[in-house]
């Protein structure tokens, strides 16, 4: 089952207030509470220790437990990925962190050939429980290699997760739940909304996280289950798949153009929270999929293949993939490239005039 | 007895080393005694076709020729005439005007991001001085001085670091990833390291093709523990490459020392040991130690006597780039204490000694930089700045993906093109 608009549990801070965190402190706290349970968890990266990260989610974490538990690493991230399945191997559970996901490529062998088939081709007797985390996606002027979303990559292999949360609650329960994995997860950062909720509207004035719902988050201990989506918006006209940043969007443009749809915040890519995406597109008969990706073997492709497979007689349209074009992240062009309102307006008003 | 692995219970507990750099923000006072820096002209220059065994001694010296008289001593001094040494006190001068302007446009908004190479301009500007201008360089993102030496027009610089309309990148690029065929400046990579390797083969069909042309790569110290540049040693070593292999030691990559890197058990240069390469570490202040170790590799590459790995041992004495305040992670006080001094302030004063340039001069060709810079930027603002307008027109995206836009792009293209009409009835703005 789905967890279905799920209400935020209320966290509130000495003074009584709910406690508001962004995306970065959310990610640092559930770091913190997965450490502070558990210390067989360590983090590690490029400027990710004594620093505490070029974006500051491993702020603090050295000064709190220590050298060996978060530190520094050699710019490798080949290196970086294995020696965190070695120490997986041994049976720590380590949350090495990309610098940015454009970084990962050295490492990919380690990931596809290494961490994703341990437990098979041991059957079982060694896995990968490593978190690797890294901030992903576009929308801060970081041109092609501060930009990309490489989801796909990772959700073709077998054997490995995809996680990629869009709110700061969301956030620190999914990263806890990935690092008491016992599979590897690649955990994405959508770094356009480290610190509000990016709405597609790029000329508009930026907004903070502090007055969206989903900001208030709990302290200590809580876990949301891998592979459970999250109905943001309920409707009748269609439904929407998407994840991280294009969640924000999408709620905005839907907004915008008075739709009622089911936006499905799918959380996870791998493993998918299929009977939720089945159960609304059942119901509302028209699907739209939204990634800031590129398109051509886009994990859009996956939803739109899931969805033409398990719900055919139920579909009153074609399904609508809106997408990043099939180019490298352009520097100036940042706003043509990104899969923003109009792109989606454009999907919508095919759908919605079928 | 055998010395046999056993299970019994005395063993020591093991323990886990992590580097930490001697000063991190408010430290004491900062102290760099411990760094050995030997006598100007004392190290020895071995023949250019040397075998690389004869070499591993200057792996672990430090090639000086400037001395405290602000003379050049010792076989590395590369007597070059006073011409020359202007020369490159003028190519200093506009680097550091340039990295002024540009680090100011950035903070003014006019584009997204930029890096100085300040400290660091004697392993760029004096080490390309050294080479032929047809030499092809594959250098990493702190190289501008390259660039500057090479010619290549300030004017196209601030084009592309503005994104703007002149920018013959077509702003796809972040600031600062330049390329110039023309110039034998091969495109920068935002990912570190891939480049190195890329040099190799590049001087390997240099070989085959019995090309008289060689290859040299810059490489930041953080950047060799990346496979990319182990597997350029190999290949290197393994085919006699003709290249050279420059690492650049400024001791920080971002907010981690070089000893993260392995700085604190060997050397940089003495990674060349290992893979039979020739290598030399260079006091990278000391613009004159600087040209004459690339000259001694570039000879020898040339004479096909074999690859060279070359560590300039400097300091970065600015943050790793705009998006950095290094006041987080590293005394202040260190860039004043740091022994080797400034490499622009040395080859003034070597030439000031030399009765060949006065501060007057220094002082009026620092102002002239300063103005060219200016009018420059000022010239390159009127094709536009980042954020300020779209540039470039949307089809220029989809161009250069393949050398011909297949069906899919094309569609892509055309859907952008009503999206563009969409968003901007009245026209895109510029
Ligand atoms: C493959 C890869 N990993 C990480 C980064 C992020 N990054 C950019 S610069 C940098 C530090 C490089 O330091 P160094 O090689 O010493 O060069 P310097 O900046 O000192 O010139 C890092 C980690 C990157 N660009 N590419
Ligand atoms: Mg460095």
């Excluded at chain 1, 597109?281 to 886009?298: D, N, P, Q, W």
Aim: a negative charge; charged letters at 25%.
């Amino acid at each position: 089952m789905s967890e279905t608009k799920e209400k935020p549990k209320q966290g509130r801070d000495a003074t009584g207030d709910d406690r508001r965190l962004n995306m970065i402190e959310a990610i640092n706290d559930a770091l913190d509470v997965a450490m502070g349970r558990d210390d067989n968890v360590v983090v590690f990266g490029e400027d990710a220790g004594y620093f505490g990260g070029v974006f500051r989610c491993t702020a603090g974490l050295q000064e709190k437990y220590g050298k060996t538990r978060a530190f520094d690493t050699p710019i490798s991230e080949c290196g970086i990925i294995a020696t965190a399945i070695g120490m997986g191997a041994y049976g720590l559970r380590p949350v090495p962190e990309i610098q940015f996901a454009d970084y990962i490529y050295p490492g990919y062998d380690q990931i596809i050939s290494e961490a994703a088939r341990l437990r098979y081709r041991s059957a079982g007797e060694f896995s990968a429980p490593i978190t690797i985390r890294s901030p992903f996606g576009g929308g801060i002027f970081g041109g092609q290699t501060h930009s990309q979303s490489p989801e796909s990559l990772f959700t073709h292999a077998s054997g490995i997760k995809t996680v990629i949360p869009a709110t700061p609650y969301d956030a620190k329960g999914l990263l806890i739940a990935a690092i008491e994995d016992n599979d590897p997860v690649i955990f994405f950062e959508p770094k356009r909304i480290y610190n509000g909720p990016f709405d597609g509207f790029f000329d508009r004035p930026v907004k903070n996280w502090k007055s969206h719902p989903d900001s208030v988050v709990p302290e200590g201990h809580y876990a949301i289950p891998l592979g459970k989506a999250r109905l943001v918006t309920e409707g009748e006209q269609l439904t929407v798949l998407t994840y991280g940043t294009m969640v924000h969007v999408a709620k905005a443009v839907m907004e915008e153009k008075g739709v009622e749809a089911d936006i499905l915040d799918l959380r996870t890519l791998v493993p998918l929270d299929i009977e939720a995406v089945e159960k609304s597109v059942k119901k509302t008969g028209k699907c739209l999929i939204i990634h800031e990706a590129t398109r051509t073997s886009g994990f859009g492709a996956e939803l739109s293949a899931l969805v033409q497979e398990r719900c055919f007689y139920h579909l009153e349209a074609p399904i609508e993939r809106v997408t990043g074009f099939d180019t490298p992240y352009p520097h100036s062009l940042e706003w043509a490239y990104f899969p923003g309102p109009v792109r989606i307006g454009a999907a919508l008003d095919k759908l919605l005039s079928e | 007895m055998a010395d046999r692995p056993e299970r019994t219970d005395n063993k020591p507990q093991l323990s886990l080393h992590i580097p930490e750099p001697n000063y991190r923000p408010g430290a004491d006072e900062v102290d760099f005694s411990a760094i050995e820096i030997p006598e100007a002209g004392a190290q020895p220059r071995p023949d250019e076709a040397c075998d690389p065994t004869e070499t591993h001694g200057l792996c672990t010296d430090l090639i000086r020729v400037l001395g405290e008289d602000n003379r050049a001593h010792g076989p590395w001094d590369p007597k070059l005439d006073p011409d020359t040494l202007r020369e490159m006190l003028h190519h200093f001068s506009l680097v550091r005007a340039f990295d002024e302007r540009m680090f100011r446009g950035q903070r003014q908004g006019k584009t997204s991001f930029y890096m100085k190479c300040t400290g660091e301009e004697a392993t760029s500007i004096s080490t390309s001085m050294a080479l032929q201008s047809d030499d092809m360089v594959f250098p990493s993102y702190r190289q501008q001085g390259v660039l500057i030496a090479r010619g290549y027009p300030l004017l196209e610089m601030i084009n592309q670091i503005y994104s703007n309309s002149g920018d013959k990148l077509k702003g796809r690029q972040l600031p600062i990833m330049y390329s110039s065929r023309e110039h034998s400046f091969f495109s920068i990579s935002g990912n570190l390291a891939t480049q190195v390797p890329q040099a190799v083969g590049w001087a390997m069909a240099s070989a085959i093709k019995h090309d008289t042309r060689i290859a040299a790569s810059w490489v930041g110290e953080g950047s060799t523990a990346e496979g990319d540049f182990h597997a350029a040693c190999t290949f290197a070593s393994v085919y006699n490459a003709p290249v050279i292999l420059n690492v650049i030691n400024n001791q920080w990559a971002i907010s981690s020392f070089s000893g993260f890197a392995g700085s604190e058990r060997a050397t940089f240069a003495s990674r060349a040991i290992g893979y039979g390469l020739a290598g030399l570490r260079v006091d990278g202040n000391d613009p004159l130690a600087c040209y004459a170790a690339e000259r001694w590799a570039a000879n020898r590459a040339r004479t096909n006597s074999g690859p060279t790995l070359i560590e300039f041992f400097t300091y970065r004495a600015e943050g790793h780039s705009t998006s950095d305040d290094p006041s987080g992670y590293r005394s202040a006080q260190e860039r004043d204490a740091w022994p080797l001094g400034d490499p622009v302030v040395r080859l003034k004063n070597h030439l000031i000694e030399l009765g060949e340039w006065d501060e007057d001069r220094q002082a009026e060709m620092d102002l002239k930089a300063a103005e060219k810079v200016k009018a420059d930027t000022k010239e390159a603002e009127k094709n536009g700045i980042l954020g300020h307008g779209m540039h470039q027109p949307f089809h220029t995206m989809f161009e250069d993906v393949f050398e011909e836009e297949p069906w899919h792009l094309k569609e892509q293209n055309a859907q952008s093109q009503a999206e563009r009409d969409k968003k901007y009835p009245d026209g895109v703005p510029h």
